[in-house]
């Protein structure tokens, strides 16, 4: 059965680095998301994606975050100057259409 | 309102007991429902979508009350593997586009 992956499964970074999330959807989808989740919180919605371009982002998606779908297979998401509060699991989604399927998540672990 | 709101649970039920999660959400636009599951430090599992005809899916019931903003999610003989946090989830369709808003979750412990 096909599955959302991502890379890596666990990153540490100092504060004020730059991280890239990696996240390669199941192959037949066509709408893309990020969403976070804080320890011990309910999951958050970030950005969703189609055809190329960011359909809708929440307030939490500001000018510090980027998503990317750079070749045919790769969706990314980039945080360009991390901040503690950053720290949290990090799950992509895809989506035929209406049901979500979620990747294993990254940890991100900001020091 | 919270936009989903659930039981805050644990529940701690023995196995082979039913138990039932209830959910409200405020936004009367909301068109898709799901319960997910999610193991400790595991990513959601869509356990099941909820129609307004109301679906079986094994030991599991959803339903769905549209005029109550009301979801609901019923296990019967429950099994120690059922234990985990299930989410209620919601879907806000815009333009065509989707975004899912979760509860907090209901923690289920399943004892011997």
């Known amino acids: 059965e096909p599955e959302v992956t991502q890379t890596p499964s666990h990153q540490v970074t100092q504060m004020g680095q730059e991280v890239i999330l990696r996240c390669v959807p199941i192959s037949n989808h066509l709408y893309f998301y990020w969403y976070r989740q804080i320890l011990g919180q309910k999951v958050e919605f970030l950005v969703s994606f189609y055809n190329n371009e960011i359909s809708e982002k929440s307030e939490i998606f500001d000018d510090q975050f980027s998503v990317e779908r750079p070749d045919g297979s790769n969706f990314t998401l980039k945080i360009r100057s991390t901040k503690l509060e950053d720290s949290a699991m990090y799950f992509c989604?895809?989506?035929?259409?209406?049901?979500?399927?979620f990747g294993p998540g990254t940890r991100l672990t900001v020091l | 309102r919270k936009e989903v709101e659930q039981d805050p649970g644990p529940f701690n039920v023995p196995e082979g007991a039913t138990v039932a999660f209830n959910c409200t959400y405020s936004?009367?636009?909301?068109?898709?429902f799901f319960w997910y599951r999610q193991d400790c430090r595991k990513e959601p599992k869509l356990l099941m979508s909820?129609?307004?005809s109301g679906n079986e899916d094994g030991r599991f019931t959803a339903q769905l009350n549209r005029a109550s903003q009301y979801i609901s999610l019923l296990i019967r003989d429950s099994k120690l593997s059922d234990s985990a946090t299930y989410l209620c989830v919601v879907n806000r369709v815009n333009s065509g586009y989707s975004t899912l808003t979760f509860g907090k979750g209901t923690m289920l412990l399943v004892s011997p």
């Open positions: 989604a895809s989506s035929p259409g209406d049901e979500q399927f």
């Open positions: 909820v129609y307004s």
């Open positions: 936004n009367s636009a909301s068109q898709s």
